[in-house]
C-alpha cells in the first residue's frame, strides 16, 4: 500500500480525497457551509442520495477513528489494511486515498483538536527578571528587589498580555 501511495491520484480517486477534506473542514475546523448534500452534488452527483450517505458514514467513522488516535503511519496502515480486510470495510483504492489525506492533514486536524479541548487560558510564553529599586520616596525601599513576570496567555486564538510585579520579595528572596 505504501508505495502506491506515492503514485498520483487517479481521476476516480478525486472525488474522494475531496470528500475527505469536506469531512475535516465540517468536523475538524467548524465550517458550518459544507453540507451533506454540497458534498454529495460537488464530488458525486450520479450517485443516489442512500448510497451516498452509506459512503459518508463510512467515512466519516475512519476519519474520526484516525484522528481521535492521532495514528502514526504504521498505526495508519495496520488500520487500514484491517478496514480492507473488514466485511462491508473499504478498497485498496480507498485505502490509499485516506493514507495520502492523512499525511497532508495529520497536523492540522491534530491541534484543531487540541484547540477545541482547551477550556481555559493556554500560556504562550513567559519571561521573568528581577530588579533592584534605585529610586523611590522612602530611603527604606530602596535596593530592594522587585520580580517582573510577563506572561502571553492565549484563550479562542486571541493573545493576551499581563505584567505582574511582586514587590514584597526581600523575606523570600533572602537566605
Known sequence: ??????HPLLE???PLLGLLNGIAQATFYGNIEITEELLREQLYPETASQEFGVLLTKMKGIVKSIASADMDSNQLEAFLTAQTKKPGGITTDHAI???KFWKNQRAKI???LINQSKWENSLKNI????DLKTQSRHIDQMNSPVAIVEMELEKNGQLQYHNIMAEDLHRNLSF
Do not use: D, G, L
Open 1 to 6: 500500500m505504501a508505495a502506491s501511495a506515492e
Open 12 to 14: 476516480p480517486a478525486k
Open 97 to 99: 486515498v485516506i493514507a
Open 110 to 112: 491534530h491541534e484543531s
Open 127 to 130: 519571561s521573568w527578571r528581577v
